[in-house]
């Protein structure tokens, strides 16, 4: 039988200076994980690892193969194995045919899917070769449905999905496990109460609590997805109790998505 205990493992979160990609990170270190907190911005990196019980910080753009390259290695030097890689790294920028340019829609599917190939393709190697790991791409609902006047967030994040489905099929026998979680919308966090409620506010000609009013009412359980969904999410898919299922978009959108 498997078991949800995550003691002594080494887990990888990209993006993990603020927000979710930190929560995350925390939530890793309680359940005993050592951590590399891993991202662009690496003073912020910096502030989470100093919170944790056994971490390191790393810079990269994982737009930048050979950043991502040189995180493996650190990594690797460090701690000798990566148990847990968690792909959170991603960008929102949202507009219509008109106003969404190809350099705003380069830009996201480049973070978001590219950069996902990138973090997956440095540690690949080592997880293969231990036939052993398990690697979670955050994702989003909008993977999984198309995203009002959002189309580069959600094509980036459709094609997570089919990477992550691909990685899974080409794995499988190895022993490592690729699956991606698909958040329904955290509007408590600051993305959202920063930038997402002013961009789509401007995007629909409503007010922001509109747009909050009206993303409520699209969940059946009328609330916001939380840091802490996520979490459970990612523990679950980490563990061992999930060591049946690969290639797998769980949505977390209380029942938005199904």
Known sequence: MGELNLKGKVAVVTGASQGLGEALAIRLDKEGCKVAVCDFNIEGAKAVAAKLKEAIAIPVDVTNYEQCEAMAKTVLDKWGKVD?????????????????????FAAVTNVNLNGYFNVVK??????????????????????????????????????????????????????????CICPGNMLNSPLWVNSLFKQYAANQGITEEQVREKYINQVPMKRSCEYEDIENAMVFLASDYSSYMTGQAINVTGGQQM
């Open 84 to 104: 847990i890689l968690v792909s959170n790294a991603g960008i929102v920028k949202s507009g219509d045919i008109y106003n969404l340019t190809p350099a705003m």
């Open 122 to 179: 440095a540690f690949a190697p080592s997880m293969l070769e231990r036939k052993s790991g398990s690697i979670i791409q955050i994702n989003s609902k909008s993977g999984r449905k198309g995203s009002f006047k959002n189309g580069a967030y959600a094509a980036s994040k459709f094609g997570g999905v089919g990477l992550t489905q691909s990685l899974a099929l080409e794995f499988a026998e190895s022993g490592v496990r690729v699956n």
